[in-house]
């Protein structure tokens, strides 16, 4: 079985631009999630949906972040304009329900300059 | 009071010893626990799940959960350099829009050969 796959793995863009990134879960997996983990720190929530609903996006810092879940499957997570304060990894999770197990991409590693 | 607390280590064990790790959450209403093992610059992992008071045994790890203390624990047996990572405490609560993931900040283990 696949697992979650995320792309760019690496990211450099200069403070102002914009970004986006993609997520596919594993198959069947109704729950996906976008953490953002800053380095020595737990994966912070930045938003959970439920097929392609969003269950909680309280701390998306909604004026510059963005994400959408269209048909259910794939993700995207966009980020304009970005500040050097969103240096970070992206994880990308998806389970099969929103008390499962999730299960982590391999992340995508933004440094903004 | 942060909602998922941790040590924040390192921990440090000899190789063979038992490493215990320990995790305490705020919220009573939590209804599933998790450990995750994340190795530097790696995605977090799951190790084990846990949904009931007692322990629960896979292979050399332990967990442990006390839902009356608010506390959930690791126990891993014959520790290994290769145990050597993060470990990441996640804890599940319901809330208005549904369930929803707190990680802890994670403990360092370090296991000497």
């Known amino acids: 079985e696949a697992g979650v796959a995320q792309s760019p793995r690496y990211k450099i863009i200069e403070k102002r631009q914009s970004v986006a990134f993609w997520c596919n879960p594993i198959?069947?997996?109704?729950?996906l999630y976008w953490y953002q983990q800053i380095l020595g720190q737990g994966p912070k929530l930045l938003i959970q949906f439920q097929n392609n609903g969003v269950v909680d996006d309280s701390q998306l810092p909604k004026d510059r972040f963005s994400a959408e879940r269209l048909k259910g499957v794939d993700s995207t997570l966009k980020i304009q304009p970005a500040k050097l304060e969103d240096s970070a990894v992206y994880l990308c999770?998806?389970?099969?329900?929103?008390?499962?197990?999730?299960?982590f991409g391999p992340g995508t590693r933004l440094t903004v300059t | 009071q942060k909602e998922v607390e941790q040590n924040s280590g390192p921990l440090s064990v000899p190789e063979g010893a038992i490493a215990s790790l320990n995790c305490t959450y705020s919220?009573?209403?939590?209804?599933?626990f998790f450990w995750y093992r994340q190795y530097s610059g790696k995605s977090p992992e799951l190790i084990m799940s846990i949904y009931s008071n007692g322990d629960k045994e896979d292979g050399r790890f332990t967990a442990q959960l006390n839902k009356a203390s608010q506390y959930v624990s690791l126990l891993i047996r014959d520790s290994q350099p290769s145990d050597s990572a993060t470990y990441l405490c996640?804890?599940?609560?319901?809330?208005?829009?549904?369930?929803?993931?707190?990680f802890g900040a994670g403990t360092r283990l370090f296991v000497k050969a």
């Open positions: 198959s069947g997996h109704a729950t």
């Open positions: 996640a804890v599940n609560k319901g809330g208005t829009g549904g369930f929803k993931t707190i």
């Open positions: 919220d009573r209403g939590s209804q599933s």
């Open positions: 999770a998806s389970s099969s329900g929103q008390q499962d197990e999730q299960y």
